[in-house]
């Protein structure tokens, strides 16, 4: 289904990202995986290759501001366009509001709403312009090109202990639906899925005691082991979703199957937003 298709997709180094790389792959994708650090990177790169894929590791933090310019280049020097975006990687930083410091928030703002904008912004020469061109010369589109943001349930309802996490986003659908009415001429496809409870360490017992250090900060990943549970009833199909489950939302809109689907938020929750 993505055949000579080159999709960048970030934090694809575990959880959903991974699993999207995989799938991507599977379907014929060359697959560029960002992560932070080369290792997790490295990691799915030698498992698609392994099962016959093509891919490339491109480490790098996706809120330093001159990385987007970097990733956009390290996928074309590779593979020579651009066909998908995915702006996936992220993380959690909780807290009540009337404890929340402005790192806290501020961090939270940069990697999942300004590091998209940026990075769709980088895509521009390869994504846009080429549509561009291909517009003026008649004949149609070459190539198919769309972007999928990453959003969540958080955003769309609101989450107690996430005030930083839901506003960036909702942020992130006004982006999508911005960038769909920018480029929609242009034939580039513009949507957002919203995650509900998806089993990755974002959502494993805080308990647990995963952590990442984010500016110096040992931030604690997971939601408290009792509201797990309590999440569960709430979800129509009983249950959080698998990394790959997740992942096949995205890939359903950046399929050909969702050619006339732009600007929209596909939830992926198994029936808990409704
Ligand atoms: N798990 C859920 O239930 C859930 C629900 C809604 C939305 N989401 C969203 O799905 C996306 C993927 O999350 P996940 O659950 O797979 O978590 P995960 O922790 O398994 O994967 C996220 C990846 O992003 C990477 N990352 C974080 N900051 C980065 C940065 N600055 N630069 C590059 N990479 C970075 C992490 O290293 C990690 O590998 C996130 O945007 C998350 O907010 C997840």
């Given at each position: 289904?993505?055949e000579?298709?080159?999709?960048?997709?970030?934090?694809?180094g575990?959880?959903?990202?991974?699993?999207?790389?995989?799938?991507?792959?599977q379907?014929g994708?060359?697959?560029?995986?960002?992560?932070l650090?080369?290792?997790?990177c490295?990691?799915?790169?030698?498992?698609?290759e392994?099962a016959?894929?093509?891919?490339?590791?491109?480490?790098?933090?996706v809120?330093?501001?001159?990385?987007?310019?970097h990733?956009?280049?390290?996928a074309?020097?590779?593979?020579?366009?651009?066909?998908?975006?995915v702006n996936?990687?992220?993380?959690?930083?909780?807290g009540?509001?009337h404890?929340?410091?402005d790192?806290?928030?501020?961090?939270?703002?940069?990697v999942?709403?300004?590091?998209?904008?940026?990075?769709i912004?980088?895509?521009?020469p390869?994504?846009?312009?080429?549509?561009?061109?291909?517009?003026?010369?008649g004949?149609?589109?070459?190539?198919?090109?769309?972007?999928?943001?990453?959003?969540?349930?958080s955003?769309?309802?609101?989450?107690?202990?996430?005030?930083?996490?839901?506003?960036?986003?909702?942020?992130?659908?006004?982006?999508?639906?911005t960038?769909a009415?920018?480029?929609?001429?242009f034939?580039?496809?513009?949507?957002?899925?919203a995650?509900?409870?998806?089993?990755?360490?974002?959502?494993?017992?805080?308990?647990?005691?995963?952590?990442?250090?984010v500016g110096?900060?040992e931030?604690?990943l997971?939601i408290?082991?009792?509201?797990?549970?309590?999440?569960?009833p709430?979800?129509?199909l009983?249950?959080?979703?698998?990394?790959?489950?997740?992942?096949?939302?995205?890939l359903?809109?950046a399929?050909?199957?969702?050619?006339?689907i732009t600007?929209?938020?596909?939830?992926?929750?198994g029936g808990?937003?409704?």
């Amino acid at each position: 289904m993505f055949e000579n298709q080159t999709v960048i997709i970030t934090g694809a180094g575990r959880g959903i990202g991974a699993a999207a790389a995989r799938l991507f792959a599977q379907h014929g994708a060359r697959v560029v995986v960002n992560d932070l650090d080369a290792g997790p990177c490295e990691a799915v790169v030698a498992e698609i290759e392994a099962a016959g894929g093509t891919a490339l590791a491109a480490p790098g933090d996706v809120t330093d501001p001159a990385f987007p310019d970097h990733l956009m280049q390290a996928a074309v020097d590779a593979y020579g366009t651009i066909n998908v975006l995915v702006n996936n990687a992220g993380f959690t930083w909780d807290g009540m509001l009337h404890k929340m410091s402005d790192e806290q928030w501020q961090r939270i703002l940069d990697v999942h709403a300004t590091a998209p904008f940026r990075m769709i912004r980088a895509v521009v020469p390869y994504m846009r312009e080429p549509a561009k061109a291909e517009l003026a010369a008649g004949g149609g589109f070459k190539e198919p090109r769309c972007i999928i943001n990453v959003s969540s349930t958080s955003g769309l309802h609101g989450k107690a202990g996430q005030v930083n996490y839901a506003t960036a986003k909702m942020g992130i659908v006004g982006l999508t639906k911005t960038v769909a009415r920018e480029w929609g001429r242009f034939g580039i496809r513009c949507n957002a899925v919203a995650f509900g409870f998806i089993d990755t360490r974002l959502t494993q017992p805080k308990e647990d005691g995963d952590t990442m250090t984010v500016g110096g900060h040992e931030v604690s990943l997971g939601i408290p082991g009792a509201m797990r549970q309590m999440a569960f009833p709430m979800i129509p199909l009983g249950r959080p979703a698998t990394p790959e489950e997740a992942a096949g939302g995205i890939l359903l809109m950046a399929s050909p199957f969702a050619a006339y689907i732009t600007g929209h938020t596909l939830e992926v929750t198994g029936g808990a937003g409704i």
